[in-house]
Nanobody, 125 residues
Framework: QLQLVESGGGLVQRGGSLRLSCVASGGTLDYYTIGWFRQAPGRAREGVTSIVSSGTSTSYADSVKGRFTISRDNRKNTVYLQMNSLRPEDTAVYYC??????????????????WGQGTQVTVSS
């Protein structure tokens, strides 16, 4: 059973940066599309970005284009989310997830099979 663990969240000021990591155990990420999602209090889970298993294709939600970058290192069984120019509206719990489909569009939760427990990102104004 694939297990995912996110880390790297925290409190940062507006305009700051954070790098989130998603480490897999119990299996290899080599064959999975990985998505990052976020959920703010009272809001639905939102797809932020995804990366195909080979790392050659990525997708981003319009709200994060040009500020967030997803990458992966399959040798380390790890996917990263570099978040720059953070805004208060980026505040949420961030989750990584693994699935077997890549659509080229921002990820949709129902497309993913395995989920991490989430890491809190708080951006102060």
């Amino acid at each position: 059973q694939l297990q995912l663990v996110e880390s790297g969240g925290g409190l940062v000021q507006r305009g700051g940066s954070l790098r989130l990591s998603c480490v897999a155990s119990g299996g290899t990420l080599d064959y999975y599309t990985i998505g990052w999602f976020r959920q703010a209090p009272g809001r639905a889970r939102e797809g932020v970005t995804s990366i195909v298993s080979s790392g050659t294709s990525t997708s981003y939600a319009d709200s994060v284009k040009g500020r967030f970058t997803i990458s992966r290192d399959n040798r380390k069984n790890t996917v990263y989310l570099q978040m720059n120019s953070l805004r208060p509206e980026d505040t949420a719990v961030y989750y990584c997830a693994a699935g077997t489909f890549y659509t080229g569009s921002p990820p949709y939760p129902d497309e993913y099979d395995y989920w991490g427990q989430g890491t809190q990102v708080t951006v102060s104004s």
